[in-house]
């Protein structure tokens, strides 16, 4: 089965922060994405990686950036964390056959 | 516009109950349609469809699309509380690398 591991699953931090959110999958994939999720809203696409040092914006990519230094590892980063930044935060990595496949998720509070 | 649309957004049934989620959709090129599951936790994989009319079956889910009316359901028979989540309806976008997500429907069975 395939494997999409989030770093930390609950994360509380002050406005201001820089914040490093992680994301590791073990099958190889070459597409991976990040996702927040907010009551109402459904999931929204932040950005996306096809490859190695490859990257793409979704549809709200605002106040965020991302590394993608190795395949297996998509990171997203919150430069200067705002309390607008609350959510939680779904990476994916996506087969060949087009499934994406969820990590568990992070729950990301700015105080 | 493109999007997906899922209702009801919300559903309370008692276990036992037969319930029927709704997902239609606009997208240019449309390919697939694609279920998730989410508890407190990743979206886990339900079905994929890609042809009209034909039913995919799981134990007790089960789901169909219907490419004329731009539509699909997902059933699910002899609920359980196990069942209760909130469901996502997805289909990928144009350039293939994207999705869009319904909101979801939540779902709570109670016993």
Known sequence: DVKVTQSSRYLVKRTGEKVFLECVQDMDHENMFWYRQDPGLGLRLIYFSYDVKMKEKGDIPEGYSVSREKKERFSLILESASTNQTSMYLCASQSTNEKLFFGSGTQLSVL | EDKVVQSPLSLVVHEGDTVTLNCSYE?????????????????????????????K??????????????????????????????YLCATPRYNFNKFYFGSGTKLNVKP
Do not use: C, H
């Open chain 2, 57 to 86: 079956k799981s134990g007790r889910l089960s789901s169909i699309l219907d490419k004329k009316e731009l539509f699909s359901i997902l059933n699910i028979t002899a609920t359980q509380t196990g069942d209760s989540a909130v």
């Open chain 2, 27 to 55: 997208v240019t090129n449309f390919r697939s349609l694609l279920w998730y599951k989410q508890e407190k936790k990743a979206p886990t994989f339900l079905f994929m469809l890609t042809s009209s009319g034909i039913e």
